[in-house]
């Protein structure tokens, strides 16, 4: 059974599938738009530009560019000054969500996190091991 679904560009209903999540119309608007975007950073002069850059060189916008980017039809292996933001710093990064920075400062908040919760077992099974004598 189809689904169906408003276009989150446009609020146009269509038939919802696994390859787009947009209307036709705006498929072929995006698809229009990926083009200008790989014939512009294609170009020998271009290949260094950063993600302001490529907004300003071709008009489609930043968020439409980041998605190219994180659905992987621009390999930014290929590009080395192109890159998205860290999702909770804004550092260009290259891959993954977060930056190398925020990834170790996450990691240790974990550690940390980790090291309290055995402490606290250890605290709890001391308690409970604790052997009480009372005088009659």
């Known amino acids: 059974m189809a ?3 408003n276009c989150p560009n446009c609020d146009k209903l269509f038939v919802l599938n696994a390859f787009r999540d947009v209307c036709d119309d705006c498929f072929k608007e995006e698809e229009r738009q990926f083009e200008t ?3 512009f950073i294609r170009k020998r002069e271009n290949r260094t530009a950063t993600l302001a850059e490529v907004v300003d060189g071709t ?3 930043e968020k439409q560019i980041l ?3 994180k ?3 621009i390999q930014l292996s290929r590009f080395p000054s192109l ?3 860290c999702e909770k710093c804004g550092t ?3 891959q993954g969500k977060l930056c190398d920075n925020c990834t170790s400062t996450l990691r240790s908040q974990l550690e940390n996190l980790q090291k309290e919760e055995e402490r ?3 605290i709890e099974l001391r308690e409970r091991t604790r052997t009480y004598h009372t005088k009659k």
């Open 120 to 122: 606290q077992k250890e």
């Open 37 to 39: 975007v790989y014939a």
């Open 71 to 73: 659905k992987g039809r």
């Open 3 to 5: 689904n169906l679904s």
């Open 67 to 69: 998605k190219f980017i």
């Open 92 to 94: 260009p990064i290259k």
């Open 83 to 85: 890159g998205y933001p």
């Open 59 to 61: 008009g489609v916008p």
